[in-house]
């Protein structure tokens, strides 16, 4: 039995879409070391950053000041938002290294396990995360980062957001050593 044209054309745009998905770009200045997270976030940070989302018709900015500890094992980074419109959010990963050297991630938002990993001077990231959207909603969205040393005191941290393997934002945001 033929599919109706209704669930045809669904599924042929979800797999354009999906076709048409990439991971974040990652241009690394040449004289730059790798990104090592555990050295570069320990301490404080603080960044600037932006979501957007055509789909949705949002556009939010917002700073981020982190506290970072290493313990030898695990990274604990507290992220203190605050958003244009004043709203104020914090979030706390722990990132715990594997014997691979990889890492694993928690969040208190973050469904599963976030899995972390070294890519040349880059550090990716990908985890499914609720997301509380208008009117209180909570939505699991899929997060793709890439984070990008840009110099030995920043980092660009570029994300792709998607639903059901079709893209709906992105995330940007450069984080300065403090």
Known sequence: MPLPRRTLLVVLAGA?????????????????EPLELET?????????GRFESG?????RTFTVATRGTWDGRTLTLREDFVFDDGERDTKTWRFTRQRDGSFKG?????VGVADIWQDGKTVRLAY???VVGKG???RVLTFEDVLV???STSVLNKAVVSKYGVPVGTVTVVFRKR
């Open 16 to 32: 354009l879409a999906a076709g048409c998905m990439t991971t974040p770009e990652a241009t690394v200045p040449p004289m730059v």
């Open 40 to 48: 570069f976030f320990a301490g404080r940070t603080a960044g600037e």
């Open 55 to 59: 789909i949705a018709g949002v556009e």
């Open 106 to 110: 928690t969040r208190e938002d973050v």
């Open 128 to 130: 499914d995360a609720e």
């Open 136 to 138: 209180g909603t909570t």
């Open 149 to 151: 040393p840009q110099s």
